[in-house]
T-cell receptor
Framework: EDKVVQSPLSLVVHEGDTVTLNCSYE??????LLWYKQEKKAPTFLFML????IEKKSGRLSSILDKKELFSILNITATQTGDSAIYLCAVGTNAGKSTFGDGTTLTVKP | DGGITQSPKYLFRKEGQNVTLSCEQN?????MYWYRQDPGQGLRLIYY???????QKGDIAEGYSVSREKKESFPLTVTSAQKNPTAFYLC??????????????FGAGSRLTVL
């Protein structure tokens, strides 16, 4: 059975802090690892990683994948209150199926 | 604007009743998915479909049924056999292959409450 584990499950920081969210996985026929942000209802896409060791970056967010150790991290620098959300990690397979972790709930206090 | 429309946003149901959640997309995506989200948990896959007239069970298909008669539509029926149906239901779609495969676009969700 495909499995995705995220840690920590919740995190409270203050504005300006840097956070690292973790995602480990065990899946059959890995194709890609994806990060989503869920603020209220619909998750929105952040990154897709398919190759090991190549960092994806968008503003203050960055992510990297290690296919040998089967994990990924999502970094957020200089956090803002608008970064408060649930961050979901998902792994997509060649069969077209995506398996999600339980998410990390990030709260950024002013 | 292209996107996914789910309806209704909120739904109340009595025990023993079937209910159907609608999902329509105009993104021309081949693949469509239904996920369930419970408080404090991630998304769990109910059913998915990669092509019209074909669909596969996900991890928690028991008590649910779907159809895929049109590319744009993927309705989900929550039957009375689903023991704990109160949850937030998310529909998603994606390209079938190529670079965009596995990148999901989500609808705004439907919150079902069983009274």
């Amino acid at each position: 059975e495909d499995k995705v584990v995220q840690s920590p499950l919740s995190l409270v920081v203050h504005e300006g802090d840097t956070v690292t969210l973790n995602c480990s996985y065990e899946v059959t026929n890995f194709r890609s690892l994806l990060w989503y942000k869920q603020e209220k209802k619909a998750p929105t896409f952040l990154f897709m990683l398919t190759s090991s060791g190549i960092e994806k970056k968008s503003g203050r967010l960055s992510s990297i994948l290690d296919k040998k150790e089967l994990f990924s991290i999502l970094n957020i620098t200089a956090t803002q209150t608008g970064d408060s959300a649930i961050y979901l990690c998902a792994v997509g397979t060649n069969a077209g199926k995506s398996t999600f972790g339980d998410g990390t709930t990030l709260t950024v206090k002013p | 604007d292209g996107g996914i429309t789910q309806s209704p946003k909120y739904l109340f149901r009595k025990e023993g009743q079937n209910v159907t959640l609608s999902c329509e997309q105009n993104l021309n995506h081949d693949a469509m998915y239904w996920y369930r989200q419970d408080p404090g948990q991630g998304l769990r896959l109910i059913y998915y479909s990669q092509i019209v007239n074909d669909f596969q069970k996900g991890d928690i298909a028991e008590g649910y049924s779907v159809s895929r008669e049109k590319k744009e539509s993927f309705p989900l029926t929550v039957t009375s056999a689903q023991k704990n149906p109160t949850a937030f239901y998310l529909c998603a779609s994606s390209l079938q292959g190529g670079f965009g495969a596995n990148v999901l676009t989500f609808g705004a969700g439907s919150r079902l409450t069983v009274l």
